[in-house]
């Protein structure tokens, strides 16, 4: 726990809808009169941005190696921490972030079946002793929430373009993760957005409020 900001991070496969409720908990919030900072990784500094850009998008780099995303992954967090997060945290903000260090355990551990001591240990590194106060997993089958993208572009990104299996290994290990630590709140996110709102507020009003 952290003596003045609060830290929440939002995790689940793409398209559960982390972004929309990233937004409507930040509203929420900032009418409580808290400041509020949204965040999203990789991303939200120079490097981290660009950083972001040679995971996802680049086309040269389509050849990359396991080894190499998760490096890339960590040293966009890194910078985060250090430029943004520690000291948002530090002046009273309450921070969401749209991944953090748990991505990082289910995509890269579990479906890119890199060793978990290396990256238990390079999460740690990288977040500087920072943990969330908070995690919430936004659960789905990802047949449907893959299906919510296609809605949204032809143009899948280089890790959204990997199959249903891959997607299944990652829910699997973050049910597993929550069902291990506190820290976690699994919620389902096959509902409407209005009444998974609610039950996100009503899970952060438990722990906070
Ligand atoms: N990654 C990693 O491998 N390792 C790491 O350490 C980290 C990340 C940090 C980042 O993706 C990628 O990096 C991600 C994991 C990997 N890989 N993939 N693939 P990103 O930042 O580009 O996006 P994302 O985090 O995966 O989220 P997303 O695809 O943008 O989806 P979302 O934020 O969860 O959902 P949304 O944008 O709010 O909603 C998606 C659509 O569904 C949209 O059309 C909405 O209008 C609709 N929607 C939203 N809520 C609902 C409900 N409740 N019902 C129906 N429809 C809804």
């Given amino acids: ?3 003045d900001g609060k830290f929440i991070t939002f995790e689940g496969i793409e398209g559960t809808g982390k972004s929309t409720q990233i937004s409507f908990i930040a509203k929420e919030l900032s009418a409580r ?3 509020v900072l949204t965040l999203r990784e990789p991303g939200c500094t120079k490097i981290s941005e660009k950083i972001r850009n040679l995971l996802q998008y680049d086309k040269e ?3 990359m190696f396991p080894e190499t995303e998760l490096l890339l992954f960590e040293a ?3 910078q985060l921490v250090r430029e943004v997060i520690a000291p948002a945290i530090g002046k009273g903000f309450w ?3 749209d991944r953090f260090f748990d991505s990082t355990t289910a995509y890269q551990g579990s479906a890119r079946k890199l060793p978990m001591h290396i990256i238990e240990m390079l ?3 990288a977040a500087g002793g920072y943990v969330p106060d908070m995690t919430v997993i936004f659960d789905m089958d990802p047949a449907l929430s893959l299906g919510r993208l296609t809605g949204r572009s ?3 990104d280089r890790i959204e373009a990997e199959d249903l299996e891959f997607f299944s290994l990652i829910r699997k290990k973050y049910l597993e993760m929550a069902k291990n630590d506190s820290r976690f709140v699994v919620i389902d996110a096959s509902i409407e957005p209005v009444m998974l709102g609610k ?3 009503n899970e952060i009003a438990k722990k906070f409020f």
């Fill in 154 to 156: 032809t143009n899948l």
């Fill in 1 to 3: 726990m952290w003596l």
């Fill in 76 to 78: 966009s967090r890194a």
């Fill in 123 to 125: 999460n740690s590194f």
């Fill in 61 to 63: 780099c389509h050849n």
């Fill in 33 to 35: 009169s808290l400041d």
């Fill in 95 to 97: 921070v969401l972030c």
């Fill in 199 to 201: 039950n996100i507020m």
